[in-house]
């Protein structure tokens, strides 16, 4: 959680009000697909266990 909150920092720190909006969007929407896939796979990114269902396939940066 602390890396999410230095992250939105950053967000506030940049500037533009149509720059923050954005970033703030794509930052919720990625985290909130982390969790879907984390609750899918029941484990975390990069996470190994046993009850693990499924696995990631990664992602890659994209603009919105």
Do not use: P
Request: charged fraction near 35%.
């Amino acid at each position: 959680m602390t890396n999410d909150r230095i992250a939105l920092r950053k967000l506030l720190e940049r500037g533009s009000d149509a720059t923050f909006l954005r970033e703030t969007i794509g930052f919720a929407a990625h985290r909130l697909m982390e969790l879907d896939a984390e609750e899918v796979c029941s484990a975390g990114y990069g996470e190994r266990s046993a009850e693990r269902e499924n696995q990631r396939n990664g992602y890659w940066k994209r603009d919105w």
